[in-house]
């Protein structure tokens, strides 16, 4: 207990550390315009954050993307159980997975708009952050399984089920897990990007777009704030999920040890 209030007292104190800066480097300047205070931008997010829109403009976003991640980790799945079974399918498809992670995602939002409508493009872009670390990742954890306890299951016979839940899944799930851990922060900033640069409607993005257009700087900033908060509440959240569900494993495994 100790040690967590400690650890909050540090972190607390590098904020306002940061705060200070923020706020010295604002006053120094003397121009809002180019360097509103972290006061104006508070002031301007208690603002927005009492208004029905800026809810409504938050949920979208945050939908975009988990729409996007949901259909990267079936398809991720799928690629990796498709490509670890044929051969031939890995070599046809690992020059795609190399090229979607060395292309930039402004590229990718460009050549999309082509084809999607605003409101797709980001579950696009996040899907295509996520897709090539779920597929590598699951891909890595099938090939690191035992082959002697597939022997071993094929030789008791065991029922898909069992195999799946004694077998594939605990190898697996550590690939998987960590996976998710590394993208999904990172598919929230892409995604909050391709907001921008699409212009997407009821949108995070499309607040930050018009902030800067119409040169609202404590909004582009208020907005900012937005991103970077929720950025750091969605990895906090997985870390915690998975962290539960590593102690879930931890005492599983007790209890099943336990004589």
Same mark, same amino acid.
């Given at each position: 207990?100790?040690?967590?209030?400690?650890?909050?007292?540090?972190?607390? #104190?590098?904020?306002?550390?940061? =705060?200070?800066?923020?706020?010295?480097?604002?006053?120094?300047?003397?121009?809002?315009?180019?360097?509103?205070?972290?006061?104006?931008? $508070?002031?301007?997010?208690?603002?927005?954050? $009492?208004?029905?829109?800026?809810?409504?403009?938050?949920?979208?976003?945050?939908?975009?993307?988990?729409?996007?991640? =949901?259909?990267?980790?079936?398809?991720?799945?799928? #690629?990796?159980?498709?490509?670890?079974?044929?051969?031939? $399918?890995?070599?046809?498809?690992?020059?795609?997975?190399?090229?979607?992670?060395?292309?930039?995602?402004?590229?990718?939002?460009?050549?999309?708009?082509?084809?999607?409508?605003?409101?797709?493009?980001?579950?696009?872009?996040?899907?295509?952050?996520? #897709?090539?670390?779920?597929?590598?990742?699951?891909?890595?954890?099938?090939?690191?399984?035992?082959?002697? $306890?597939?022997?071993?299951?094929? =030789?008791?016979?065991?029922?898909?089920?069992?195999?799946?839940?004694?077998?594939?899944?605990?190898?697996?799930?550590?690939?998987?897990?960590?996976?998710?851990?590394?993208?999904?922060? =990172?598919?929230?900033?892409?995604?909050?990007?391709?907001?921008?640069?699409?212009?997407?409607?009821?949108?995070?993005?499309?607040?930050?777009?018009?902030?800067?257009?119409?040169?609202?700087?404590?909004?582009?900033?208020?907005?900012?704030?937005?991103?970077?908060?929720?950025?750091?509440?969605?990895?906090?959240?997985?870390?915690?999920?998975?962290?539960?569900?590593?102690?879930?494993?931890?005492?599983?495994?007790?209890?099943?040890?336990?004589?």
């Amino acid at each position: 207990m100790k040690k967590i209030a400690k650890s909050a007292g540090i972190t607390l #104190l590098v904020i306002a550390f940061w =705060l200070a800066v923020w706020w010295l480097a604002a006053y120094r300047m003397g121009r809002e315009l180019l360097l509103p205070s972290p006061i104006a931008v $508070l002031e301007k997010l208690a603002s927005l954050a $009492l208004t029905a829109e800026f809810w409504r403009i938050v949920l979208r976003s945050i939908l975009r993307v988990a729409c996007g991640i =949901l259909l990267a980790i079936v398809c991720g799945l799928l #690629l990796a159980l498709l490509t670890s079974r044929f051969a031939w $399918l890995r070599r046809l498809f690992y020059p795609l997975l190399s090229v979607i992670k060395a292309t930039p995602v402004a590229s990718f939002v460009i050549l999309a708009l082509l084809w999607l409508g605003s409101s797709a493009l980001p579950i696009f872009i996040a899907m295509l952050i996520v #897709l090539p670390v779920i597929w590598a990742a699951i891909s890595d954890g099938i090939g690191s399984l035992d082959p002697r $306890l597939s022997e071993v299951c094929h =030789l008791f016979n065991f029922p898909f089920g069992k195999r799946l839940r004694l077998f594939y899944l605990p190898t697996v799930t550590p690939y998987f897990l960590s996976a998710c851990k590394t993208s999904i922060g =990172l598919a929230w900033k892409a995604g909050v990007a391709a907001e921008v640069l699409a212009v997407s409607p009821v949108s995070i993005g499309k607040q930050l777009f018009e902030a800067k257009m119409y040169l609202e700087t404590r909004e582009l900033f208020a907005w900012t704030v937005v991103v970077v908060l929720l950025s750091l509440l969605i990895e906090g959240a997985v870390t915690l999920l998975f962290r539960s569900l590593g102690k879930r494993d931890i005492r599983r495994d007790s209890h099943a040890k336990a004589p």
